[in-house]
C-alpha cells in the first residue's frame, strides 16, 4: 500500500527513528520483566516481551484513514516509526532464534548472525529502493506477468532469508514492502501508459486477505485458550499494562524527543503504536513453533493484542479533536 511505501516514508526519517527504536525496546524491557516476574523464565520473558514491542502497519493505516490522518505529518510518522518497530522486531527474533538454537550464547556466532541480517535488510532495502523500480513496470504491462512477478519476488527473498537462518516470514514481510508501489505505479502518465492496474491490486487482496490471511488467523485461533485470562489474570492485566505504558513511554517519547512533534501529538503517536494484530501473532506463533511458548501464553497474546488494539481507535477519538495545524504532505 502507498501508506506504508519506504521510499515516501524514508523522507522523514528523522522524525520517526526515535519512535520505531524507543517504541520497540520500552515495551520490550516492560513486557520481558512483566513475564520473568510470573514464569522466572529468560527466553519465555524475552519472546513475550518481543511479541508486544511488535505493532501492525495495517491496522494502524486502517485507523488513520478513518480519522483523517493518513496523510499528515503524524499519520507519515506512526507509520514511518511502525516499519522501524517491526524491522528491529525481526532482527531481535532472528538473534534469539539462533541462541537458542545454538543452546548457548556466543559473541562470534551473535555477531556474524548480526551482520548477516544487517548485510540481508540493507541488500533487500537496496533492491527494493534501486532495482525493483526499474524491472517491476516491465512485467505490471501484464496483469498476470505482474502478479506472477511480484509473488516470485516475495518467495525469492523468504527463501533466501531463510538460507542465512532467518524466518521466511522476515523475508516475505520486507519484500511485500516494496510490491504495490513498484509493480503498480500510480501517477497519471503512469496509469495511462500501463493502464488501470487495479486488477492486480485486487489479486494481491484476494490472495493476501481473502485466503492465507483468514488460514493464518484461524490456525491460531484453535489454539487460543480461553480459560488462560481466567488462569493467569494478573499475568494478563501486567501484559496489557506493559504493552499500552511501553508504546505511549517509548514511542510517545521518542516523538516528543526528535523535536518534530508536540506533546499531545506525541501523546496521539504513543497511544496510536498500540494497534497490534498480525505481527503480535506471527511473533508468537514462531515462539510456539519452536516449544519456547505454550498455547497459554499465545492465549494472552492475542487476549493482549485484541484488547489494546480495541483502546486505539476510542482513545484517538478523544484526542484527535485536541490537535491543532497538522502538517498535511
Not at 527466553?43 to 495495517?58: H, N, R
Not at 537458542?100 to 562470534?108: F, H, K, R, T, Y
Not at 532467518?166 to 516475505?172: D, K, M, N, S, T
Not at 496521539?268 to 498500540?274: A, D, K, L, Y
Request: glycine fraction near 12%.
Amino acid at each position: 500500500r502507498e501508506s506504508t511505501d519506504p521510499k515516501e516514508l524514508w523522507k522523514k526519517v528523522r522524525s520517526f527513528m526515535g519512535i520505531g527504536i524507543l517504541g520497540t525496546f520500552t515495551p520490550l524491557f516492560l513486557g520481558t520483566l512483566v513475564t520473568w516476574l510470573f514464569t522466572n523464565d529468560f527466553w519465555v520473558s524475552l519472546l513475550i516481551g518481543l511479541a508486544i514491542s511488535g505493532t501492525s502497519l495495517a491496522t494502524k493505516s486502517l485507523i488513520l484513514e478513518d480519522l483523517d490522518l493518513l496523510r499528515t505529518k503524524l499519520g507519515h510518522s506512526m507509520l514511518g516509526g511502525g516499519m522501524v518497530d517491526n524491522i528491529l522486531s525481526f532482527i531481535i527474533l532472528t538473534l534469539a532464534l539462533k541462541t537458542i538454537a545454538d543452546g548457548s550464547l556466543e559473541l562470534l556466532g551473535i555477531t556474524t548472525t548480526l551482520l548477516l541480517v544487517s548485510g540481508f535488510f540493507i541488500g533487500v532495502l537496496f533492491v527494493g529502493y534501486y532495482i525493483y523500480p526499474i524491472i517491476g513496470p516491465t512485467f505490471a504491462k501484464y496483469d498476470e506477468s505482474g502478479f506472477v512477478f511480484a509473488f516470485i519476488m516475495g518467495l525469492l527473498v523468504a527463501g533466501i532469508g531463510q538460507l542465512i537462518g532467518l524466518h521466511f516470514i522476515i523475508g516475505a514481510y520486507l519484500a511485500g514492502l516494496f510490491v504495490r508501489e513498484e509493480i503498480m505505479p500510480q501517477s497519471p502518465a503512469t496509469k495511462e501508459f500501463y493502464g488501470d492496474l487495479g486488477r492486480l491490486d485486487s489479486s494481491f487482496r484476494v490472495l493476501s486477505h481473502g485466503f492465507l490471511g483468514p488460514i493464518f488467523i484461524i490456525s491460531v485461533a484453535y489454539k487460543v485458550n480461553f480459560a488462560a485470562a481466567r488462569i493467569a489474570p494478573l499475568f494478563l492485566l501486567g501484559l496489557i499494562g506493559a504493552a499500552i505504558a511501553g508504546k505511549v513511554i517509548g514511542a510517545g517519547g521518542g516523538a516528543y524527543i526528535s523535536g518534530e512533534h508536540t506533546k499531545i501529538e506525541s501523546l496521539t503517536i504513543g497511544v496510536g503504536m498500540n494497534g497490534r494484530g498480525t505481527v503480535e501473532l506471527i511473533l508468537a506463533a514462531i515462539g510456539l513453533e519452536i516449544g519456547v511458548l505454550t498455547e497459554n501464553h499465545l492465549s494472552l497474546l492475542v487476549f493482549t493484542a485484541f484488547i489494546t488494539t480495541l483502546m486505539v481507535p476510542i482513545v484517538l477519538r478523544y484526542l484527535v479533536p485536541k490537535l491543532s495545524n497538522l502538517e498535511r504532505v
